[in-house]
């Protein structure tokens, strides 16, 4: 037998193995504990939202408060139900930021990015709202509606073209090109976003998000400068992007929810890369410093205690390790909404069905 046949037949005899071992993702030990102090009769709901900022302090965006609507003769006016708190880094409480703010409806996320200006995401009004570390209010982006209408009318048809008039024809109204389903409007026309990041130039990227199933691009003034996507399972379509990240290098990370993968493109939103082996990312992160790492939750639904572990990634897509189960008890996840990950051994969780925020500390293995 020829020695290039023995090393041919070795190789096939150890691919198996090999396989196997690709296959193999290692369980990252690590503790967990429930950081937040709050005061007497001071309540965390839905914890959707969690951040920290340069000096370690936890900002918690939370589905709590006194949620209300008006209903008048023909529209309905729904008032707060969500709050941002602050904690220093030991979880003892500062402040709240943003009592009875009108654009605090539906709690989502909230972000701080690098000059520890606090961004909330609220898909109740569909506005992005920046706060100054003071808690200031410096931009706001979208519009909450007026009113919800609650007739089930719609809005009246066009007026009719001319008898024997066609549409793009003498006489007739211009012919439209037929926009793609869930693209969105272009500008800050959110309808129910997510998500927001930025790049390196301060340009902003928001996720929008369950209605406009796009990501749209605006500058650190908050000028509108472009838009990709629309729903559907192609790549650089999506089917909810529900969280999203910004690498050192610009690129755009978005995880893709109900599509059960995400999403990579260039800061132009050119599709890159996607990755498909990590279930359902309901909520991304990436570290700081020079080696930056991925982080993505496959969150349990509401209504199982299926999944709920979270996924160590290099920023191209190799699983480093997982850790964590669905569950009530502390080290166990309830439908993780937003991480928040400024270190690769710190992490911040924020749960939607425990009603809490845990500090996770990664251990190396034995």
């Keep these: 037998m020829s020695r290039t046949l023995r090393l041919v037949l070795l190789v096939l005899a150890l691919s198996p193995a090999v396989m196997l071992a690709q296959l193999s993702i290692p ?30 302090n936890i900002f918690v965006y939370t589905r709590t408060g006194n949620p209300a609507a008006t209903l008048g003769t023909r529209r309905t006016f729904a008032r707060n139900a969500a709050r941002l708190f602050e904690f220093d880094p030991s979880g003892k409480f500062v402040r709240e930021i943003g009592q009875d703010n009108y654009g605090f409806v539906f709690a989502h996320t909230v972000r701080v990015d690098r000059q520890d200006n606090i961004w909330v995401v609220d898909e109740g009004s569909n506005m992005i709202i920046k706060f100054d570390p003071s808690g200031r209010i410096v931009m706001t982006m979208g519009r909450k509606p007026e009113a919800l209408d609650t007739t089930g009318s719609v809005a009246p048809p066009p007026p009719a073209a001319p008898a024997g008039a066609r549409a793009g024809g003498p006489g007739g109204p211009p012919a ?3 926009a793609p389903v869930g693209a969105g409007l272009a500008g ?6 997510t998500d927001v990041a930025w790049d390196a130039e301060g340009n902003i990227f928001v996720s929008d998000g369950y209605g406009n199933s796009r990501i749209a691009k605006f500058d650190k003034n908050g000028r509108f400068i472009k838009s990709w996507g629309s729903r559907g399972t192609a790549p650089g379509q999506f089917n909810i992007p529900h969280t999203l990240a910004v690498d050192a290098k610009g690129l755009v990370y978005v995880g893709d929810r109900t599509n059960n993968r995400i999403q990579v493109f260039d800061g132009e939103g050119t599709f890159k890369t996607q990755f498909i082996n990590v279930g359902a990312p309901s909520a991304i992160c990436i570290t700081n410093g020079p080696t930056q790492y991925l982080f993505a939750s496959n969150s349990n639904p509401s209504t199982s205690m299926e999944n709920g572990e979270i996924y160590k990634m290099t920023l191209d897509g190799k699983i480093l390790g997982r850790f964590g189960t669905a569950g009530k008890l502390i080290k166990e996840f309830g439908s993780v909404h937003e991480m928040d990950c400024r270190s690769e051994n710190e992490l911040y969780v924020g749960e939607i069905t425990n009603w809490r925020v845990q500090k996770l500390t990664l251990r190396a293995a034995k």
């Design 176 to 178: 439209a090109p037929p």
């Design 188 to 193: 800050d026309n959110f309808n129910r976003p």
């Design 27 to 56: 369980e990252i030990p690590y503790d967990a504990v429930d950081p937040i102090k709050l005061p007497d009769n001071l309540y965390l709901g839905e914890a959707v939202g969690v951040a920290t900022n340069s000096k370690g």
